[in-house]
Nanobody, 124 residues
Framework: QVQLVESGGGLVQAGGSLRLSCAAS????????MGWFRQAPGKEREFVAA????????SYADSVKGRFTISRVRYQNTVSLQMNSLKPEDSAVYYC?????????????????WGQGTQVTVSS
């Protein structure tokens, strides 16, 4: 069984930065794609970013492109999300996720494992 644990969430002012990290245990995820989703109150969970097993392919939601960067260290069970120029609309619970596929998709059903989430709040 895979466990994903997120960290790095918190409260930040608009324009600020946060770095989220996700650590996996229970199984090596070296050949898994990994991603981040988020969910704000009253809204559906939405795709944020994904990275392939090798780190060579990344994808981003249009709303975060150019501001967020997903990264991973190959053969390590961690993935990070650097978030810059944060906006109040980025406030949400952020979830780390992993997919058995080598390249992650943009929809939640494509992912097999989920963390518990970490809260990000951006004040205006």
């Amino acid at each position: 069984q895979v466990q994903l644990v997120e960290s790095g969430g918190g409260l930040v002012q608009a324009g600020g930065s946060l770095r989220l990290s996700c650590a996996a245990s229970g199984r090596t995820l070296s050949y898994y794609a990994m991603g981040w989703f988020r969910q704000a109150p009253g809204k559906e969970r939405e795709f944020v970013a994904a990275i392939s097993w090798s780190g060579g392919t990344t994808s981003y939601a249009d709303s975060v492109k150019g501001r967020f960067t997903i990264s991973r260290v190959r053969y390590q069970n961690t993935v990070s999300l650097q978030m810059n120029s944060l906006k109040p609309e980025d406030s949400a619970v952020y979830y780390c996720t992993a997919s058995r596929a080598r390249v992650g998709g943009r929809t939640a059903p494509e992912y097999d494992y989920w963390g518990q989430g970490t809260q990000v709040t951006v004040s205006s």
